[in-house]
């Protein structure tokens, strides 16, 4: 009887936290686009601006990424500035080359992290064509009011941020920051020469153990070459997953540098 009231208890707290986490799950609509329209030809150098509505319980960030056909299409995406509260944002894309197309932009909110999750989707019909300038008519009408209005806002805010940023970062944070920059890549840098070094003054086993980090250094970039034929921005921070790959090899060779050392002592004399 004990034990099925502890269930019933856990089982009623835990639908308690995802009715908690479904309602503090923000929410975002479309409201209208720039252009509008059926089906509309962009031009290379022209953004399309989606006038949104959002309405969170925390701070977040907004993310919108065309697609077509379910795979992501290569083009140019705003950033974001946080939001809290009720009201309105402005999010863009462009077209990089001509005859791409989107058929779904999906929306994004969060901390801009990988998982963020989709919390919207809109449905569109986007031709990229030639850039606007080579048009001998204009290719859309007058930019409606909320497009400058938002932006503005925008620019404002991320002008705030930044300022805000600055002013909260001392002479000390700055100089730990300078220390940390120069130190990672160094580290990452011999990561990656330590194990072509070793291979040299090793033997044997130890010679072939050695290559590992290499072996794994191969197949990273071997998968970032294979992904990014496939999609572009599929590996936008390829130097720091090579940097990364680095500081793991540097691992490896240490704990290989720490059994050799210890085997060594037991097999010696005394």
Same mark, same amino acid.
């Given at each position: 009887m004990r034990l099925r009231l502890i269930l019933a208890a856990l089982a009623w707290l835990l639908q308690l936290g995802l009715g908690v986490a479904q309602a503090a799950a923000p929410k975002i609509? &479309?409201?209208?686009?720039?252009?509008?329209?059926?089906?509309? #030809?962009? *031009?290379?150098?022209?953004?399309?601006?989606?006038?949104? #509505?959002?309405?969170?319980?925390?701070?977040?960030?907004? %993310?919108?990424?065309?697609?077509?056909?379910?795979?992501?299409?290569?083009?140019?995406?705003? *950033?974001? &500035?946080?939001?809290?509260?009720?009201?309105?944002?402005? #999010? %863009?894309?462009?077209?990089?080359? *001509?005859?791409?197309? &989107?058929?779904?932009?999906?929306?994004? #909110?969060?901390?801009?992290?990988?998982?963020? *999750?989709? &919390?919207?989707?809109?449905?569109?019909?986007v031709t990229g064509g030639r850039p606007a300038m080579a048009l001998n008519s204009p290719w859309a009408p007058e930019e409606p009011q909320w497009v400058a209005r938002l932006r503005n806002k925008s620019t404002k805010q991320i002008e705030a941020e930044m300022h805000a940023s600055r002013s909260a970062t001392g002479p000390a944070a700055v100089l730990l920051f300078g220390g940390f920059m120069l130190i990672v890549p160094a580290l990452g840098i011999a990561g990656l020469a330590a194990p072509i070094w070793t291979m040299r003054r090793w033997e044997g086993g130890w010679r072939l153990a050695a290559a590992v980090p290499l072996g794994l250094l191969g197949f990273v970039i071997l998968r970032i070459a294979v992904d990014t034929s496939a999609d572009p921005t599929s590996h936008n921070l390829w130097p720091f997953e090579i940097l990364l790959t680095g500081f793991i090899g540097l691992g490896i060779l240490a704990v290989l540098a720490l059994m050799r050392r210890l085997i060594a002592t037991g097999n010696s004399p005394g």
């Amino acid at each position: 009887m004990r034990l099925r009231l502890i269930l019933a208890a856990l089982a009623w707290l835990l639908q308690l936290g995802l009715g908690v986490a479904q309602a503090a799950a923000p929410k975002i609509g &479309v409201i209208e686009t720039y252009p509008s329209g059926q089906s509309i #030809a962009l *031009p290379s150098d022209q953004d399309f601006y989606l006038h949104l #509505a959002y309405e969170t319980d925390q701070p977040i960030g907004i %993310w919108i990424t065309p697609y077509f056909h379910g795979k992501r299409v290569s083009a140019g995406t705003s *950033p974001s &500035v946080t939001y809290t509260g009720k009201g309105e944002a402005l #999010a %863009w894309f462009f077209l990089s080359q *001509p005859g791409l197309r &989107v058929d779904e932009i999906r929306i994004r #909110a969060g901390n801009g992290g990988y998982d963020m *999750p989709v &919390v919207a989707t809109h449905r569109v019909d986007v031709t990229g064509g030639r850039p606007a300038m080579a048009l001998n008519s204009p290719w859309a009408p007058e930019e409606p009011q909320w497009v400058a209005r938002l932006r503005n806002k925008s620019t404002k805010q991320i002008e705030a941020e930044m300022h805000a940023s600055r002013s909260a970062t001392g002479p000390a944070a700055v100089l730990l920051f300078g220390g940390f920059m120069l130190i990672v890549p160094a580290l990452g840098i011999a990561g990656l020469a330590a194990p072509i070094w070793t291979m040299r003054r090793w033997e044997g086993g130890w010679r072939l153990a050695a290559a590992v980090p290499l072996g794994l250094l191969g197949f990273v970039i071997l998968r970032i070459a294979v992904d990014t034929s496939a999609d572009p921005t599929s590996h936008n921070l390829w130097p720091f997953e090579i940097l990364l790959t680095g500081f793991i090899g540097l691992g490896i060779l240490a704990v290989l540098a720490l059994m050799r050392r210890l085997i060594a002592t037991g097999n010696s004399p005394g």
